[in-house]
């Protein structure tokens, strides 16, 4: 937390008394003065800085020769025109599957970058397809190019039989139809 004292004196002098009063005010304030305990908070205004445009409740969509490809809502965009980077927070994603159905994604924060036509979620990741299935990760990468979700950090699948699938590192269609797993494992819970 960043503090500013602003002192004036309109007296004068300052009597050897007031210095001191200043001078143990200074001292007991200046523990909290310190960097924010919190890293997140300071990764997300490192992240934020230098924006050219901050954009409260953002909306993007998508489109192809078909027709929506996918809609996003977030809370708030902070726009990188040189870079053509957009970083969101708060992010609701649909994915339009055509007349087959849609893919639903929520996360905290993602980056949009279209140099690399990539966009890359994370924190609390949830991707849940009308097939029944729902992915969480903490961090997911969308290659528009390949059409396919990768993520090298821990993922687990839910199915809708209830079967649990885990892996280390996952590559992915965005129905989770096709799923590839590094050190995977699946297990189904037994009933309480």
């Known amino acids: 937390m960043l503090l500013s004292y602003t002192t004036r004196i309109e007296c004068g002098r300052i009597t050897a008394y007031q210095q001191i009063i200043i001078l143990l005010v200074f001292l007991i304030t200046l523990p909290t003065c310190g960097p924010e305990k919190n890293t997140n908070q300071g990764e997300v205004a490192d992240r934020r800085r230098g924006a050219d445009a901050v954009l409260n409740h953002f909306t993007a969509q998508g489109f192809n020769e078909a027709g929506p490809q996918w809609n996003l809502k977030a809370d708030q965009a902070y726009i990188f025109s040189a870079k053509k980077l ?41 991707v849940k397809s009308d097939n029944g299935r729902v992915l969480y990760a903490e961090e997911l990468l969308w290659r528009e190019k390949e059409q396919f979700l990768v993520s090298e950090k821990p993922v687990k699948i839910t199915m809708p039989s209830g079967d649990i699938i885990e892996g280390q590192a996952l590559t992915a269609d965005n129905r989770l139809n096709r799923l590839t797993l590094k050190a995977g494992r699946g297990f189904h819970p037994m009933p309480e």
């Open 86 to 126: 957009t970083y969101v927070v708060k992010v609701d994603l649909v994915y339009f599957q055509g007349k087959e159905g849609k893919t639903l994604v929520t996360c905290d924060e993602a980056d949009i970058d279209e140099n690399e036509q990539t966009l890359l979620l994370r924190k609390n990741v949830v």
